[in-house]
């Protein structure tokens, strides 16, 4: 059952949101390291952003959708 590694469905709305933040950190981090200037980095940022909101429409949805729930 779902609940038996999540309490509840806030819990579970929680990972997910985490997992999305975690994985959202892991494709900008290097773009704001890189040696380029800031319109270019600022530019592969938003593609970064567009392809992980495409390949994660679950995780997208839930972030935009059901973070307020938890506020």
Do not use: W
Request: glycine share 2%.
């Amino acid at each position: 059952s779902l609940y038996h590694h999540f309490r509840n469905k806030d819990e579970l709305l929680l990972a997910v949101l985490e997992r999305g933040l975690e994985y959202a950190i892991a494709l900008l981090e290097p773009i704001a390291e890189a040696d380029k200037t800031p319109d270019e980095k600022l530019s592969d940022m938003i593609q970064a952003h567009v392809v992980s909101v495409t390949h994660n429409t679950a995780v997208s949805a839930a972030m935009v959708f059901e973070i307020r729930a938890l506020m």
